[in-house]
């Protein structure tokens, strides 16, 4: 039997997979508005770099992080980070928020589309959430011959790499998908095989794609 491929949708390349990048990112903002805030909030890694390109001030605030990845770069790029949430999907976040974070002035760095609506949860407690979105992200067209070959596990590591693989390809019953998360997990069409990765990372997905091959042989 041929060996299973293992096809990563992140731009980000690693080893052991075959890079098939579903998204691309655009900055929206020439300039950030800090001046309401005392606290910043980054949902994902793509955030953080993307206001590192508009205006590196904004180490100059502490940063609730989501996700491990977030910290990372925030911690790599001179950003301190006050909060990095156990639990980070939806309605949880916006309860961690709500308990821990009440009385900062909180701004929101985002993307253009986010799979949860934090600030109108948020509203509901009268809590006010100030965001921003500074960048995009656009879905990659690709022919059908770069459609993953059959028994192929598939890594989607966010909700948008679920919706640009399905407008380009349609899904074969061979394939596995590997989902970095919950919040992903939601986005997947039900008739899907999928397994989670044990933690919120693009390594632990390619590790769980290694011990799905395993299982397989």
Request: one cysteine or more.
């Amino acid at each position: 039997m041929k060996k299973k491929e293992i096809y990563l949708l992140s731009p980000l390349k690693k080893e052991e997979t075959i890079s098939l990048p579903m998204i691309e990112f655009s900055i929206l903002k020439k300039s950030i508005d800090f001046s309401y805030c005392d606290t910043l909030m980054f949902t994902s890694k793509q955030a953080v770099v993307s206001a590192n390109e508009i205006d590196k001030s904004w180490k100059n605030y502490p940063s609730i992080a989501i996700g491990k990845a977030t910290k990372s770069k925030i911690e790599e790029l001179g950003g301190e980070v006050i909060h990095n949430p156990k639990k980070f999907y939806g309605k949880e976040l916006a309860k961690d928020i709500k308990e821990s974070f009440r009385d900062k002035k909180i701004l929101y760095l985002r993307p253009e589309i986010v799979s949860f609506d934090s600030k109108a949860y948020l509203a509901k407690s009268y809590i006010e959430l100030k965001e921003q979105i500074i960048y995009k992200t656009s879905c990659k067209e690709y022919p059908i011959d770069k459609k993953p070959s059959k028994n192929s596990i598939i890594i989607f590591t966010s909700p948008s790499t679920i919706h640009c693989f399905f407008k380009n390809f349609e899904w074969d019953s061979t394939y596995i998908a590997v989902l970095i998360g919950n919040a992903t997990k939601e986005h997947l069409p039900n008739y899907c095989e999928y397994v989670v990765a044990d933690e919120a990372l693009i390594d632990a997905c390619i590790r769980k794609a290694r011990e799905l091959i395993v299982g397989f042989q």
